[in-house]
C-alpha cells in the first residue's frame, strides 16, 4: 500500500495569511493526487485532482503543486471559511490512500 | 445537481450484520463508479470499497475483505454495502461517494454524501 504522509499535521494561521501543506507519498507516481477539505460533522469537498487541477467552484486562492512524491496544497490569502482540516489522497494505485490529514486553526 | 444519501447506519452488537444504502440522484448513475469511505470518531479518512459502473469489478480495503460486500441496483439508482462480522473497530462514519471517471475508475471523489454513522458496541 502507498503510504501518504501529511506535514504539518496542524497550524495557526491568520485571515489572509498563505499557507502551504506538504503532502508525502511512500512511492513515487506522476500527478495522481488528490486534495480535500473537510469541516466539522461535514462530507469531505474535493478541491484539487490530478495535483494541480482546481475542482469546478473552488476559489482560485486554493492550488496545487507537486509530481513523484512531493505534493503541496496552498492556500493564497486564508479566508474565515477556510477554517478546516485538508487531507491528501492517492488515486495511483488501489487501496486508495489518504493523508493523516493538518488541522488549519485561526491563530 | 448532484445528490448522494446514505441510510440504514445504527448501533450493532459485534459479530452482527448491517446493510447500508446510498440513494443517488442528479446524475446518470448506471455510468460511473461508486465508493465507500469510512472515518472513525475523531480520526481519518479510510477508503472501505468501490464497485465500477455495471457492478462487473469490485475491490476492497483488506480491513473489510471477505466481512463486506458491496453491490448496486442501476434500477434503482442505489447503492449499498452490506457489512456483517462487524468489530468495534468498524465503528466510524461511512460515507458514499462518486467517481469522476465515468464507465472507468478514476480513484478519487467527486461528490460525497453526509455520512451515515455506524456504532458497534456490545
Known amino acids: 500500500d502507498i503510504q501518504m504522509t501529511q506535514s504539518p499535521s496542524s497550524l495557526s494561521a491568520s485571515v489572509g495569511d498563505r499557507v502551504t501543506i506538504t503532502c508525502r507519498a511512500s512511492?513515487?507516481?506522476?500527478?495522481?493526487l488528490n486534495w480535500f477539505q473537510q469541516k466539522p460533522g461535514k462530507a469531505p469537498k474535493l478541491l484539487i485532482y490530478?495535483?494541480?487541477s482546481l475542482q469546478s467552484g473552488v476559489p482560485s486562492r486554493f492550488s496545487g503543486s507537486g509530481s513523484g512524491t512531493d505534493f503541496t496544497l496552498t492556500i493564497s490569502r486564508l479566508q474565515p471559511e477556510d477554517f478546516a482540516t485538508y487531507y491528501c489522497?492517492?488515486?495511483?494505485?488501489?487501496?486508495?490512500?489518504f493523508g493523516q490529514g493538518t488541522k488549519v486553526e485561526i491563530q | 445537481q448532484v445528490q448522494l444519501v446514505e441510510s440504514g447506519g445504527g448501533m450493532v452488537q459485534p459479530g452482527g450484520s448491517l446493510r447500508l444504502s446510498c440513494a443517488a440522484s442528479?446524475?446518470?448513475?448506471?455510468?460511473?463508479?461508486m465508493h465507500w469511505v469510512r472515518q472513525a470518531p475523531g480520526k481519518g479518512l479510510e477508503w472501505v470499497a468501490v464497485?465500477?459502473?455495471?457492478?462487473?469489478?469490485?475491490y476492497y480495503a483488506d480491513s473489510v475483505t471477505g466481512r463486506f460486500t458491496i453491490s448496486r441496483d442501476n434500477s434503482k439508482n442505489t447503492l449499498y454495502l452490506q457489512m456483517s462480522s462487524l468489530r468495534a473497530e468498524d465503528t466510524a462514519v461511512y460515507f458514499c461517494?462518486?467517481?469522476?471517471?465515468?464507465?472507468?475508475?478514476?480513484?478519487?471523489?467527486?461528490?460525497w454524501g453526509q455520512g451515515t454513522l455506524v456504532s458497534v458496541s456490545s
Open positions: 512511492r513515487t507516481f506522476s500527478n495522481y
Open positions: 461517494a462518486k467517481d469522476p471517471a465515468g464507465l472507468a475508475l478514476a480513484g478519487y471523489f467527486d461528490y
Open positions: 489522497q492517492q488515486s495511483y494505485s488501489s487501496p486508495w490512500t
Open positions: 442528479g446524475f446518470t448513475f448506471r455510468t460511473y463508479g
Open positions: 490530478a495535483a494541480s
Open positions: 464497485i465500477s459502473y455495471d457492478g462487473s469489478h469490485k
